[in-house]
Each structure stands twice: as structure tokens, then as C-alpha cells.
């Protein structure tokens, strides 16, 4: 653990790595403008927009990566961030128009055949 001159107060530590990153790329926010996103719901990058903002590299690989649909978690997952931080980033491209979600059917009762293997297939994959 590395220290700030005279006062051993730890500020940085080798194994977790800077905490202060994903507080910065979120701007001090802990939650999205477009309510709680589900971890289950699907993030995809809309074609041939291009981003008139400055995007934060991770912003940039979120939407290199959701050239196809991933959910929440493997976004977060694929980038190596807290799901909390990624749900904020996601809330603004969502603002901006860079990204679609699609939010998960909801079960009122059974759950269909479809979902049923649509989960398998992805259990699998893991």
C-alpha cells in the first residue's frame, strides 16, 4: 500500500488498483438519469450514429462491443467495472441516442418455452 507523505494515510493500494476512476467517469453519480437499468436487460448500439460528445474510452467500448445485443451484466462483466458505474455510463449513451435497450419480458406466471431456452443457451455459454 503506498502512502501520502508524513501522514501513512493510504490512498492508493496496489492490489485494488485507483478507486478514484470509476467515481470520475460517472461524474460523483451513483445511479442513472433513466431509472435503474435491469442486469438483464439488452444493450445494443444503434448503426451509423456517431457521438457529437467527447465519450470516455469506456463509453467508446461499450459501443464497440454491443455491435450485438449483451445485457447489462456482460457489458459490465466484459469491461471489468462495478455494475453500478456501467449502469450510469449506459444511462448516458441511452440519453444521447448511441444505445437501445431492451428491457426483459415480464412473467405473469409461467414463463414461455422461448425464455426457458433462451436462458439455457445462455447458461451454457457461460
Known sequence: MRTTGDHDEAW??????PVARPYT???GRTT?????????SLVVARPAV??????FPEQARILERCW???????VAAALDLPLGTVRVLLGDLLGTGLIEMHEPPTLSGRPSMELLEAILVGLRAL
Not at 492508493?12 to 488498483?17: F, K, V
Not at 456517431?50 to 465519450?55: G, I, M, N, S, W
Open 12 to 17: 492508493y493500494d496496489d492490489e485494488a488498483g
Open 25 to 27: 467517469m460517472t461524474r
Open 32 to 40: 442513472s438519469d433513466h431509472g435503474q437499468l435491469d442486469v438483464i
Open 50 to 55: 456517431r457521438a457529437a460528445a467527447q465519450l
Open 68 to 74: 450485438r445485443p449483451l445485457s447489462v451484466a456482460e
